[in-house]
């Protein structure tokens, strides 16, 4: 459960404007401390960092490709708090100042994350150098989450009462994130429809 979990949400994020919406970062973390709480081996914890790190690489390619497709203009219904053209035109800006790193550095803004890949796509940038920053920044972004849950839990271990609690925290944090985010979603896509410039 906690593998399709992690690999389905981490797709999504990578992949689609829904993304924008999901707990990714405290999911990879969860998921790092889920493993441990569970007794499982370090094998399982760094395949499952390999295998989310493909599946974010997978998702973003997808993504790159439906900007590509879509041209210089995407459909979108822009108009509230997080799909609005002023976060549209600043991960524009973002990835114009810094082009190959910009991508990598994306793996760490949340909303940049998702934007990145369509934006890219929409703009033209060469396909091989965006395959090469997205698997840099995934390769640097899904094993340190996770590992440092994982690991990070031997510590909290010598303190059962703080372990616990992060536990509860964590977990919570993302079954509430992951319902605000869909009550998001569901709000935002209710906003008219228009063709938004992304690559201009």
């Known amino acids: 459960m906690v593998w399709l979990i992690v690999l389905s949400f981490v797709f999504l994020e990578c992949a689609f404007v829904i993304g924008l919406f999901l707990p990714g970062d405290s999911l ?38 439906i900007g590509k497709r879509a041209g210089p203009s995407l459909t979108g219904r822009l108009g509230g708090r997080m799909l609005n053209e002023e976060r549209l035109a600043r991960a524009r800006d973002f990835l114009d100042r810094r082009g190959f790193w910009a991508i990598v550095l994306a793996r760490w803004i949340p909303w940049i994350r998702t934007l990145a890949p369509m934006i890219a796509g929409a703009a033209g940038m060469d396909a091989r150098r965006y395959l090469a920053a997205t ?66």
Not at 154 to 170: A, C, D, K, N
């Open 28 to 65: 990879l973390f969860t998921a790092g401390l889920v493993l441990a709480q569970q007794g499982t081996h370090d094998v399982q914890a760094w395949a499952m960092s390999v295998a989310a790190t493909i599946v974010a690489v997978v998702g973003n390619q997808l993504g790159y490709h």
């Open 135 to 200: 698997t840099t920044g995934a390769i640097c972004w899904v094993p340190t989450l996770v590992l440092l849950g994982y690991y990070g839990a031997g510590v909290l271990e010598q303190f059962p009462w703080l372990m616990t609690t992060v536990m509860v925290i964590g977990i919570a944090f993302f079954v509430v994130g992951t319902a605000w985010g869909i009550w998001r979603y569901r709000q935002e896509m209710r906003k008219p429809a228009h063709l938004v410039s992304v690559a201009d």
